[in-house]
């Protein structure tokens, strides 16, 4: 093994030669075969382990036999501990979620503060293989069944190629020591039901059933990169972008025999879980949506529109103070005293100063407001029926900002001035208002 071990390592990654690699050591099997095989290849290596106190006094016997095998080897390592169920608790995880969120934290804290350049853990062909079933059974989009990647970013895992038993033979033939997780021989998790039930019927009724699936997953992670790049291809022509704001043509998507494909490949990061409801917003009514943690994908007219969840800015006020000539929160403005009007447009309005009452004041409509619209002869009109008429969207309704002055609008900002406060014959200081 410690020959393939050698070529998987120089053929999938050469990158890790000369640099400085923290392993991930549990004190189990698959952990001490990878800390024997990084050792006798000559790497810079350290031993990374978390007592996450779940097993009583056998938490404490593997971080103890692993603190041995250092003392021993001379291998620099880092130890920690974690009250694993009260953050579980506090966060509302569950254990393996919690012990998972506090191991990968910690791990990153390391490779910044210890000046390390890659984790590395001890997942091999077995994880894969349970991994994929738990996925499968579990229903799941292509991603879920190409298997855990072999580098992710500053995490590598080298023994993905290697099954479960070629690492026991391994270790028994070099006479390596390890530490049994008695959680292991429980069934009380759908990994380890998977594990000693449903695996060895499979390789009983196939005794190549690892060969076939390890070939099979590679045919799928081929696939995968195909469906991204035909993703992205057809992303470029329904889907446009302005700053963090996303707009689906539906009468692009529409043309495609598979949309729902394609609209799951590009929300399926932004956290959305109701496929269905996000398939029926195609047809819905404008103005539905469907929210994610973060992220909101709203229907309105012909497209959908994803963005970002803002906070509620409804009672948020800004103030522009007398002769202040540069704003840049919550959006920039730039106030300069000119001697004349020129080319007034949406973005660049002219004020009368001296009808200007200070300071002025930056803040959302509300339902109700009303302004005199500029070119209306001092009519009045309520600014939802501005923006009706104006066919905004609802997500453009609310990211659009008024200026006031005292109890008028002023401004609807890069959309309508209000008449009150244009410029007349008899103006003597003008002031020019843009929208950055």
């Known amino acids: 093994m410690f020959e393939l071990f050698k070529k998987q390592l120089s053929n999938k990654f050469p990158f890790l030669e000369t640099k400085k690699l923290l392993l991930a050591t549990s004190g189990g099997l698959d952990s001490m ?18 007592n996450f106190q779940l097993r009583g006094l056998e938490s404490f016997g593997d971080q103890n036999f692993i603190q041995e095998y250092a003392d021993n080897s001379g291998v620099p390592i880092f130890v920690t501990q974690f009250d694993t169920t009260a953050f579980a608790k506090d966060f509302k995880l569950s ?27 001890a997942h091999h062909a077995d994880d894969n293989l349970e991994t994929f079933l738990i996925n499968l059974s579990r229903g799941t ?13 500053d995490i590598v895992r080298p023994l993905l190629a290697f099954t479960r038993q070629d690492i026991l033979e391994y270790a028994q033939s070099k006479n390596i020591a390890w530490r049994e997780d008695s959680s292991n021989a429980s069934d009380k998790y759908l990994r380890n039901k998977i594990r000693h039930d ?13 060969d076939t699936f390890q070939k099979t997953q590679s045919y799928l992670q081929d696939a995968s990169v195909m469906v991204e790049d035909a993703s992205i291809m057809v992303y470029q022509q329904v889907v446009s972008q302005e700053d963090e704001i996303f707009y689906i043509d539906l009468l692009q998507l529409l043309k495609l025999p598979n949309y729902k494909s394609y609209l799951y490949q590009w929300l399926k990061d932004f956290g959305f879980h109701s496929w269905e409801d996000i398939y029926d917003l195609v047809d819905s009514l404008s103005g539905k949506q ?4 973060h992220f909101r994908l709203l229907k309105d007219r012909e497209q959908l529109i994803l963005s970002p969840i803002v906070l509620d800015e409804e009672d948020v006020q800004y103030f522009i103070n007398q002769n202040e000539q540069d704003v840049n929160v919550p959006l920039k403005l730039s106030l300069r005293k000119v001697n004349a009007i020129t080319n007034p447009c949406n973005t660049s309005i002219f004020v009368d100063e001296e009808v200007l009452e200070f300071p002025l004041v930056l803040k959302k409509w509300k339902e109700g407001d009303i302004f005199q619209p500029q070119g209306m002869g001092g009519k009045t009109k309520k600014l939802s029926k501005f923006f009706k008429d104006e066919k905004l969207s609802l997500l453009e309704k609310e990211n659009t900002w008024v200026l006031w002055s005292g109890d008028s609008v002023v401004w609807i900002i890069g959309r309508r001035a209000d008449e009150r406060f244009k410029v007349q014959t008899k103006t003597k200081n003008i002031i020019n208002i843009q929208l950055v």
């Open 33 to 50: 075969v990878m800390l024997d095989l990084f050792q006798k290849s000559g790497h810079d290596i350290a031993i990374a382990h978390c």
């Open 95 to 121: 254990t393996q979620v919690a012990a998972r969120e506090l191991r990968y934290n910690w791990f990153y804290e390391l490779l910044e503060t210890e000046e390390y350049d890659y984790i590395l853990t």
């Open 141 to 153: 989009g292509l991603e879920g069944l190409t298997g855990i990647p072999e580098h992710n970013g």
């Open 290 to 293: 469907i929210y994610s943690s």
């Open 198 to 210: 449903l695996v060895p019927l499979l390789k009983e009724l196939n005794p190549q059933f690892m």
